[in-house]
């Protein structure tokens, strides 16, 4: 079984999860808003935190995206990667599993980090992300969560699970994206077609909301998806990449099983601050199925923001 890398920056979340059928809970009465920084949200401060090994994480800047199959939320301390990061597929209030969907911690200066799936037993319950609002008006989402992650290196037996509690995320300020008609995106997966339904091309900030990394996902309305994800900065040229190259990063989901990438290679054919346009291909690995998969021929012309 291979190691599962949480890379620094919170972006391996555009990996896709099945969802699970939902039931809406309140926001904890116990938990003081105002004892947050307001950050001129028209809707209010934006909070974001949790309870964990005896303390109260706080976030210093969050973000979130809302795309036609999703809802994406991080909040981020420090400028040494450390935050929490979740992606649930859906986009209405509701209760979404844990283990069927993507919670993350990472801790500061780690290439992995606590998740919420137990990779011994994908069918633990290992807790639940709760949306209670999404503010259409002021672009905003609330919620709590809590679950236990498990340290994603599976190679390393000595630490322990971390349960995480009490967590709340209010008034979170959110973006979307959706397919323009003149962007485009291809990939084959083991050599059949991938047709997706939805593009996603967002750029990734730093505390100091300074881009430093492009994600560009294809994904259908079944939740298949294929992404790629490289350095903001990358010019005209072909790089090289492997599972452990800082800021490089690919994931397929088809039917349900995620490939992580381990080795592969990208182009960017021409690029503005506002439109890239290149081509990719990865081997994907499941640590689960102990299997490989090609992402070949992979295009993408887009406009990101």
Known sequence: MKNIKILAGLVLLFAAFISTSCETEPIDSAIDLNDFTDTNNPAGPAVFKADFSGSTWVAETTQANITNNTITIVGNKGTAGEGFAFQVSGTATGTYSANENLMVYTPANSDYGYWSIDVLNGTTNTGAVVITE??????????????????????????????????????????????????????????????????????????????????????????????????????????????????????????????????????????SSTRIKGTFSYTGYNFTEDATKQITEGTFDVEYN
Do not use: C, M
Not at 238 to 243: E, I, K, N, Q
């Open 134 to 271: 999404v503010d259409t008006v002021n672009h905003t989402v609330s919620g709590t969560f809590n679950f236990t992650g498990y340290w994603s290196d599976t190679t390393v037996t000595n630490i322990l699970p971390t349960v995480f509690t009490n967590g709340v995320f209010d008034n979170i300020p959110y973006t979307t994206e959706s397919i323009a008609n003149n962007d485009s995106f291809s990939a084959k997966f083991e050599g059949v077609d991938f047709v997706e339904d939805n593009i996603d091309a967002v750029q990734i900030l730093n505390e100091s909301n300074v881009p430093v990394e492009l994600s560009i996902v294809g994904s259908k309305t079944n939740d298949d998806s294929i992404g790629i994800r490289f350095p903001y900065s990358l010019e005209v040229g072909t790089y090289s990449f492997a599972s452990d190259t800082p800021s490089f990063g690919g994931n397929a989901v088809i039917n349900d099983v995620l490939y992580h990438a381990t080795v592969g290679t990208i182009t960017i054919i021409s690029k």
